[in-house]
């Protein structure tokens, strides 16, 4: 029947949803690790940052290159908008304005750590055979968050590309298109990002509600 059956064919996504979400709970367990070491005042080493996570050496260099790219991007832990947080107030079902709330929490977070993050992206990009590992993915749970009241009138097929079409417009790539290719401030890149994301949003939900 159609309930079964459903469910064994999402039950493999779904363990690699828990899969994913484990590992991006672990790299930020590293994050929030390292943060308050050097909070503390001093340069820890790999080993260290390891033990106050509790987890391996090895797990860390799984999630970290080298321990340069972890304390480039510890310093930024705590910076990123909180989901929760950031809706814990927001009562309204206007997809498009609540993803704009969401693309403007991280803009303003991403251009006041401007030089940091593409330090980060810069390590990032230069690791071993042109590719780190997987970055702390803070635009998703954003954008989910912000499509959260109108999620059921959307395909899975349809949510996932909306989710995926508008992490393209948040975040540090972002701020680097803008700023570094096309030569715009910060307030043209709020501008022209908003705009996009409004018609990301409008042309996904219109399409639904026409089929």
Not at 18 to 32: I, Y
Not at 48 to 75: C, G, K, M, Q, W
Not at 156 to 161: E, K, Q
Request: net charge positive; with cysteine; charged share 25%.
């Amino acid at each position: 029947m159609p309930g079964p059956a459903g469910t064994r064919k999402h039950a493999p996504d779904a363990r690699r949803d828990r899969r994913a979400n484990q590992r991006l709970r672990t790299r930020k367990d590293l994050l929030v690790a390292a943060a308050a070491l050097l909070k503390a005042g001093r340069t820890p080493t790999m080993d260290e940052i390891a033990d106050a996570a509790l987890v391996s050496r090895a797990t860390a260099y799984r999630h970290f290159p080298s321990l340069e790219a972890l304390l480039i991007e510890a310093p930024l832990q705590g910076e990123a908008p909180d989901p929760a947080v950031l809706f814990a107030d927001d009562a309204s079902t206007d997809a498009e304005a609540r993803v704009e709330r969401a693309l403007l929490a991280l803009h303003q977070m991403t251009w006041r750590n401007a030089a940091q993050l593409k330090l980060m992206l810069s390590s990032h990009l230069a690791a071993p055979g042109g590719t780190g590992a997987r970055r702390q993915n803070r635009r998703t749970g954003l954008i989910e968050a912000a499509l959260a009241p109108v999620r059921g009138e959307l395909s899975p097929a349809a949510y996932r590309r909306l989710c995926r079409a508008l992490a393209l417009l948040f975040g540090t790539e972002a701020m680097v298109v803008c700023s570094d290719v096309l030569g715009a401030g910060e307030r043209t890149a709020r501008e022209v990002t908003v705009w996009a994301a409004r018609a990301m949003v409008r042309e996904a939900l219109a399409g639904a509600r026409a089929g």
